[in-house]
C-alpha cells in the first residue's frame, strides 16, 4: 500500500461530498473570490477542511500518494496557488508530508497532532468508532479528576459560582428543554480553570470538539441526561465547594467511567441499526 496513488473511494456518501464540494468551489473560483460568499471562510480553507476530513475518514489512508496536483486542481476547481496553501494547513497539522519528485504522502496515524481543534472535529465528523472514543476518555480520566481536586483545594470563588451556575443550567435543561450541551461543556471547562493550571486550562479549548462529541454520544443525541449522571455532577461539584478534594476527584472519576459506558451502549446501538439498514447504492448517509 505504502507509496500507491489513491484515489476517493466511489461510495454514495463520497459521490454526495464530492459533488457538492465541486458545486461549491466551482461557483467560488467562477467569481473569481477567494472567499466562500455564503460561509466566509477562504477557498483554501474550504479544501483543506474536505481534505481533511476525507484523511481521516481513510478515503486516503496513511502511507498513501495524493492524487497529483493537476487531479486535486480539477476536483476542486481551485489554482494550483489555493491547493499549495490547503496543503500547507493540513502539513502544519502533521497530517500529510511532501517530497520534491516524489508527491504529497499521508503521513501515519501516529504523527497526526490529534490536539488540534479541527482534527478532533474531522474525527468526530467521520462516525467515531469506540476505539476513538476510548482514547479521548483515557485522556479525561488522566486530566479531570486532578483537575477537580485542585479546584476543591483552590476554590477560587468566581470560577466555583461559574460552575455552580453551569450546574443549574444542567438541572433546568436536563429533558432537553434548551442548551443542555453547553451547560454541561461550561462545567467541565470551568473546573479545568478552577485548577489555577494554565496547561490544564488551555486542555479544555483544545478537546472542546471532543467534550462536546462525548456528551452528544453518552446522552443519544442530547435529548435529556440520565438522572444518575445529573446527581453525579451535583457530587463533584459539592465536593469542590466544600474543598474536599479527595472526594471531587473520586466522583469525578466515577462519572468519567459511568459516562465512557453510556458512550458504549449508544455505540453499540447505533452500530447494529447500522447493520440492520438495508443497503442502497443510491442511500446518502
Known amino acids: 500500500m505504502v507509496g500507491r496513488i489513491v484515489k476517493p473511494k466511489t461510495g454514495a456518501l463520497t459521490r454526495y461530498r464530492s459533488t457538492s464540494g465541486r458545486v461549491l468551489l466551482g461557483r467560488m473560483a467562477r467569481h473569481g473570490h477567494d472567499e466562500d460568499p455564503e460561509l466566509g471562510r477562504n477557498i483554501?480553507?474550504?479544501?483543506?477542511?474536505?481534505?481533511?476530513?476525507?484523511?481521516?475518514?481513510?478515503?486516503?489512508?496513511?502511507?498513501?500518494?495524493?492524487?497529483?496536483?493537476?487531479?486535486?486542481?480539477?476536483?476542486?476547481?481551485?489554482?494550483?496557488?489555493?491547493?499549495?496553501?490547503?496543503?500547507?494547513?493540513l502539513s502544519a497539522k502533521a497530517l500529510i508530508v511532501a517530497r520534491p519528485k516524489i508527491g504529497t504522502r499521508v503521513r501515519p496515524k501516529t504523527e497526526w497532532n490529534l490536539l488540534d481543534s479541527e482534527v478532533l472535529a474531522w474525527h468526530l465528523q467521520a462516525t467515531p468508532n469506540e476505539h476513538f472514543i476510548d482514547d479521548l476518555f483515557v485522556l479525561r480520566q488522566m486530566v479531570e479528576p486532578a483537575a477537580a481536586a485542585l479546584a476543591a483545594t483552590l476554590r477560587p470563588p468566581a470560577i466555583v459560582d461559574r460552575i455552580a451556575e453551569a450546574y443549574g443550567r444542567m438541572e433546568q435543561f436536563k429533558n432537553g428543554a434548551g442548551d443542555l450541551i453547553g451547560a454541561d461543556l461550561d462545567f467541565h471547562t470551568a473546573i479545568l480553570e478552577a485548577s489555577d493550571n494554565r496547561f490544564l486550562a488551555?486542555?479544555?479549548?483544545?478537546?472542546?470538539?471532543?467534550?462536546?462529541?462525548?456528551?452528544?454520544?453518552?446522552?443519544?443525541?442530547?435529548?435529556?441526561?440520565?438522572?444518575?449522571?445529573?446527581?453525579?455532577?451535583?457530587?463533584?461539584?459539592?465536593?469542590?465547594?466544600?474543598?474536599?478534594?479527595?472526594?471531587?476527584?473520586?466522583?469525578?472519576?466515577?462519572?468519567?467511567?459511568?459516562?465512557?459506558?453510556?458512550?458504549?451502549?449508544?455505540?453499540?446501538?447505533?452500530?447494529?441499526?447500522?447493520?440492520?439498514?438495508?443497503?442502497?447504492?443510491?442511500?446518502?448517509?
Open 44 to 89: 483554501y480553507s474550504r479544501v483543506a477542511a474536505r481534505l481533511g476530513q476525507d484523511i481521516v475518514a481513510g478515503v486516503y489512508p496513511p502511507g498513501t500518494l495524493l492524487p497529483t496536483s493537476a487531479e486535486m486542481c480539477a476536483r476542486f476547481s481551485v489554482s494550483r496557488t489555493a491547493l499549495r496553501e490547503a496543503y500547507s494547513i
Open 202 to 285: 488551555a486542555l479544555g479549548g483544545l478537546i472542546h470538539a471532543a467534550l462536546e462529541a462525548t456528551f452528544r454520544l453518552s446522552w443519544q443525541g442530547a435529548a435529556r441526561i440520565q438522572d444518575a449522571r445529573l446527581l453525579q455532577h451535583g457530587s463533584v461539584f459539592e465536593a469542590i465547594r466544600e474543598g474536599d478534594a479527595e472526594r471531587a476527584r473520586a466522583a469525578m472519576a466515577e462519572l468519567l467511567r459511568d459516562s465512557i459506558g453510556d458512550v458504549r451502549d449508544y455505540l453499540s446501538q447505533r452500530d447494529a441499526g447500522l447493520r440492520r439498514r438495508p443497503k442502497s447504492g443510491d442511500e446518502v448517509l
